[in-house]
C-alpha cells in the first residue's frame, strides 16, 4: 500500500464522490415519487392503470439493472432516442427503485387497518382525500423499514453505473487501476468511500425510523 | 425488421451460444448459493450464541458485506487474490468466491433472525426433554427456522441470478457477454441487433426471476395469515 499513490488520487475521487452522492439523491428522490404514485395506483385499483403499474414494478424488479442501463443507452438509439450517460443512469435508477419503492409502499399500505379506511368513508371521504390523509400517513410510517433498505440499496447500485462509464466512484476507481495498475490503493480508497457515504446514511434512516414511527404511532 | 431478428438469432448457433450463456449464469448462481447458505447458517448460528467479541466480529462481517456494493466485491477478489496472494483462479470461482461471502452474510441474518424469532416454549421444551445444545439447534430450531426464513432465501436467490448480470465484468463469458459478440459480429448486417439481443436477454432473466419472487411472495402471505 504506497499512500503517496493515494493521496494523489484523492481529488479524482473527490469528484466521483460528488457524482455518486449527486446521482443516488436525485435517483432516491424520483423512485420515492414514482413509487408512491404507482403503489397508491395499485391500492386503490384505478382500472386499467393499475394493471399497467403492477406489470412495470414486477419487470422492474425481475431484471437487472446492468441490463436496462444497456436497453436504454444501446438499445434505445436504434429506435431514435439517443441519451447521455448520465441521463440513461438516472432514467434506470429511478425506473428500478420506482418499482422497489412501490413493493416498500404497498406494504406499508396494506398494513393500514382497515378500521381506519371504513371510517375515513364514512366521514364522506372520496379516494383522494382517503388516499391523503389516511392510506398514506400511516402507511409511510409502517413502510420506513422497507424504504430505509431500499435507499441503501440504491446507493449502492449507482455502482452499476460505471458500466455505461459515467465517472462516479467504481468507474473512476476502474479507471485509475486501468492506468496505474494500483489495485490495493484504489480499491481501499474505494470501499473506504463507499463506507464514508453509506455509514452516515444508515445512522440517520435508523433514527428517522425511529422518529417516524413514534410521531405517527406514539410507541 | 422481424426478419432481422430472426435471422440473427438463428444465423449459426447464435441462440445455442445465448442459452450456453445463460448457463454459466446460472451455475454461476446456484454453486454461490450452495456455498453462501452452508457458510451463513454456521454464522447464523454462531451469532446466536451469547459470546460478545464473536457477536461483534461477525456483525462486521455482515456491516461489510451491506456497505460495500457487489461490483466492487468482485473486483476486490479479482484483483487482491492474484496480485496480493498470487492465487490464479479461473474468473469464475473467483465470482463463486465473491458472491458466496456476500450470500454468507446477508444469510446469517436471516437463519439468526429466524432461529431468534422461533417461541422461546419451543426451547424449553426441548432442553426439558433432555435434549443437548447440538440436538435443540438440530430438531427443534433448525427445522422451524427454515420454514421461517424460506422467503427471504427464495428472495435472495433472485437477487443472486441478477447479480450475475456483472459477471462480464470479470471477463467471463455470460449471458451478455455472449450477447454483446453477437452484435458486434452482426452490426454492420443487422444495425437493430442490438435492440432484439439485449431485449431478449432482459426477457431470459425475467422469466427466471419472476416465477421465484411469485413463489417467495406467496409464502411469505401464508405465513402472515
Not at chain 1, 134 to 147: E, K, R, W
Not at chain 1, 154 to 175: G, M, R
Not at chain 2, 194 to 207: D, K, R, T
Request: proline share 4%; hydrophobic share 55%.
Amino acid at each position: 500500500m504506497n499512500w503517496q499513490v493515494i493521496s494523489h488520487s484523492l481529488p479524482i475521487f473527490a469528484q466521483a464522490f460528488k457524482l455518486t452522492l449527486w446521482l443516488s439523491l436525485v435517483g432516491i428522490l424520483g423512485s420515492l415519487i414514482v413509487g408512491a404514485l404507482s403503489s397508491l395506483i395499485q391500492y386503490f385499483k384505478v382500472p386499467i392503470l393499475s394493471q399497467l403499474f403492477t406489470a412495470y414494478v414486477e419487470l422492474a424488479r425481475n431484471t437487472p439493472l446492468l441490463i436496462q442501463l444497456f436497453f436504454l443507452y444501446y438499445a434505445f438509439p436504434v429506435i431514435g432516442l439517443k441519451m447521455s450517460a448520465t441521463t440513461c443512469g438516472i432514467i434506470g435508477l429511478i425506473f428500478l427503485g420506482g418499482a422497489y419503492m412501490a413493493e416498500g409502499f404497498t406494504g406499508g399500505f396494506s398494513g393500514v387497518n382497515q378500521t381506519q379506511i371504513d371510517n375515513g368513508k364514512a366521514l364522506g371521504m372520496n379516494n383522494l382525500q382517503l388516499a391523503r390523509y389516511v392510506v398514506f400517513p400511516q402507511g409511510f410510517a409502517l413502510s420506513m423499514p422497507a424504504l430505509a433498505a431500499n435507499v441503501i440499496f440504491l446507493i449502492k447500485e449507482t455502482s452499476i453505473f460505471s458500466v455505461i462509464a459515467i465517472p462516479e466512484l467504481t468507474n473512476t476507481a476502474l479507471d485509475l487501476i486501468g492506468m496505474y495498475y494500483r489495485s490495493n490503493e484504489y480499491l481501499f480508497v474505494l470501499v473506504v468511500a463507499y463506507a464514508i457515504v453509506l455509514i452516515p446514511v444508515i445512522l440517520l434512516l435508523n433514527l428517522l425510523e425511529r422518529r417516524v414511527r413514534y410521531g405517527t404511532f406514539g410507541d | 425488421m422481424e426478419h432481422s431478428v430472426i435471422n440473427v438469432l438463428f444465423v449459426g448457433n447464435n441462440f445455442a451460444r445465448i442459452m450456453q450463456g445463460l448457463w454459466t449464469s446460472v451455475w454461476i448462481s446456484v454453486d454461490s448459493l450452495a456455498a453462501g447458505l452452508v457458510l451463513g447458517t454456521l454464522l447464523g448460528i454462531l451469532r446466536t450464541l451469547p459470546s460478545k467479541p464473536l457477536r461483534f466480529i461477525l456483525r462486521l462481517y455482515l456491516e461489510f458485506f451491506r456497505i460495500v456494493p457487489t461490483i466492487v466485491l468482485l473486483y476486490l477478489v479479482y484483483y487482491i487474490l492474484p496480485r496480493s496472494f498470487n492465487i490464479s483462479w479461473p474468473a469464475s470461482w473467483m465470482a463463486i468466491l465473491a458472491f458466496a461471502l456476500w450470500v454468507a452474510a446477508e444469510f446469517s441474518d436471516i437463519v439468526r433472525g429466524a432461529i431468534e424469532s422461533v417461541p422461546v416454549t419451543q426451547k424449553e421444551s426441548g432442553l426439558a426433554l433432555g435434549l443437548s445444545k447440538t440436538q435443540l439447534f438440530r430438531y427443534v430450531l433448525l427445522p422451524q427456522a427454515v420454514q421461517l426464513e424460506l422467503p427471504a432465501t427464495i428472495n435472495l436467490a433472485t437477487r443472486v441470478i441478477k447479480t450475475t448480470s456483472l459477471l462480464m465484468m470479470i471477463s467471463i463469458m455470460d449471458v451478455i457477454a455472449i450477447g454483446q459478440q453477437i452484435i458486434e459480429a452482426n452490426n454492420q448486417k443487422y444495425p437493430t441487433a442490438v435492440f432484439w439481443i439485449y431485449g431478449l436477454i432482459f426477457i431470459l432473466y425475467f422469466i427466471i426471476d419472476y416465477p421465484l419472487s411469485l413463489w417467495s411472495k406467496k409464502l411469505a402471505a401464508k405465513e402472515n395469515r
